[in-house]
């Protein structure tokens, strides 16, 4: 055979080899085992990975896109509209805005007898050295429950004005300095509060509410200074009754301040042991005139400076002008906050004779104000504690 004709021969002998093996492979199924699906195989396996990449980045990558903005942005815009709304909100006469928190209940009030003599039926409070309860260097307010019984404190009216006539009521709060100035002082005359202030050589005002408060009923009153100008504001039961234009200047207690000798028969205290000084000058006296002056110049049926007969709860002082506007009176006894300079919830009890301190609740730095209690025993009655309460009597 010539060459060429082999090298036909071989040609076609490869030809039909190649063609046979293709008519194998096309005969096979496709998930069958052969040595030729071995690429394919090895290919085929590098597939998961493609699936699990972009499974990976959209667990990771969607929530942290997503979550960041749902957290943040009601965080911003909440704080916002709060800081919006406190400065639309807060009144300008008051030196914060901040929420009182209320406790449940009252226990106790202290009741007065009106005795207003021999430094008995009275809470004192010592302002000198300086306390907290030392109010009328800055803005205040002096707040408290107040009950009296139709036909008690029988104090005429006064004229109000340009005076010191609160000493002539029956006097609940007596923060006096005898012959002096810088003082204040409130009392129920012809049954109405009367607040009045002495500036220091600024002058003096007394203004006059016009709710008679000798109903049996308990009324919350508060009076309230403006250090700037000296204004002032009285309110009942969260209602402005008067206001006007007080003595500009401090009126606290001048610290170390001697205390006014006016020699006898003037403060001449229990068995003229005072010897005509007036030592109750450094304190702020609850329920009656705190220099004893009817035991010298007046009679106990006709006193020159009548003391309180009734009750009084939940005294407070703070310093700030808490009330920019009517308000409703609150309806449970107060709790403190950055504001109180010293609450007095009188609730030591038990019922009967408070011989005792009266505790200062306040929190307040520099404190607290213990208040003393001078009671005359069953001859001079008063204070006493009792379980009558604006919120309620007290469940025995």
């Excluded at 990976?56 to 903005?69: D, I, K, L, R, S």
């Excluded at 009817?294 to 007969?309: E, H, I, V």
């Excluded at 009188?346 to 009671?375: I, W």
Aim: net charge negative; hydrophobic share 35%; proline share 10%.
């Amino acid at each position: 055979m010539s060459g060429l004709a082999r090298y036909w021969s071989r040609g076609v002998g490869w030809l039909a080899v190649l063609l046979m093996a293709s008519a194998c492979r096309a005969a096979l199924p496709e998930t069958g085992a052969s040595d030729l699906d071995t690429p394919l195989t090895t290919f085929t396996a590098l597939a998961p990975p493609r699936a699990t990449k972009p499974q990976t980045v959209a667990t990771a990558t969607a929530p942290a896109e997503t979550a960041q903005p749902r957290s943040t942005k009601p965080q911003t815009i909440a704080t916002a509209t709060e800081g919006e709304a406190a400065a639309i909100v807060a009144p300008p006469v008051t030196s914060t805005a901040r929420p009182t928190p209320l406790p449940a209940i009252s226990g106790y009030s202290l009741r007065f007898f009106g005795t207003g003599r021999q430094d008995i039926d009275r809470v004192k409070l010592r302002l000198d050295p300086p306390v907290p309860a030392d109010i009328g260097a800055t803005d205040f307010t002096l707040e408290f429950w107040v009950k009296a019984e139709p036909g008690s404190n029988p104090a005429p009216a006064v004229a109000c004005g340009a005076n010191n006539v609160w000493i002539n009521g029956n006097v609940v709060v007596d923060r006096d300095r005898f012959n002096q100035d810088r003082k204040f002082g409130l009392s129920l005359a012809g049954g109405v509060v009367v607040f009045g202030v002495t500036g220091p050589g600024t002058g003096e005002a007394t203004l006059c509410g016009n709710s008679d408060l000798r109903d049996g009923a308990w009324h919350h009153v508060a009076v309230q200074r403006r250090r700037t100008d000296g204004y002032l504001w009285l309110y009942v039961d969260g209602r402005l009754e008067a206001e006007v234009d007080g003595p500009d200047g401090d009126i606290s207690y001048p610290d170390g301040a001697a205390p006014g000798r006016p020699g006898a028969p003037w403060c001449s205290g229990p068995g003229g042991g005072w010897g005509g000084a007036c030592v109750n000058d450094p304190y702020l006296v609850i329920g009656a005139e705190k220099h004893d002056a009817d035991q010298d110049g007046g009679t106990l049926t006709n006193p020159l400076y009548p003391a309180f007969a009734g009750w009084v709860d939940e005294l407070r002082l703070s310093g700030s002008l808490r009330y920019a506007a009517e308000f409703d009176p609150p309806g449970v006894a107060f709790a403190p906050d950055v504001d109180t300079l010293a609450l007095f919830h009188f609730d030591e009890g038990p019922v009967g004779t408070c011989t005792q301190q009266v505790l200062d609740s306040a929190n307040a730095a520099g404190g607290p104000t213990p208040g003393e209690c001078r009671n005359g025993g069953p001859e001079m009655p008063g204070p006493e504690y009792s379980p009558d309460t604006p919120f309620g009597a007290r469940e025995p």
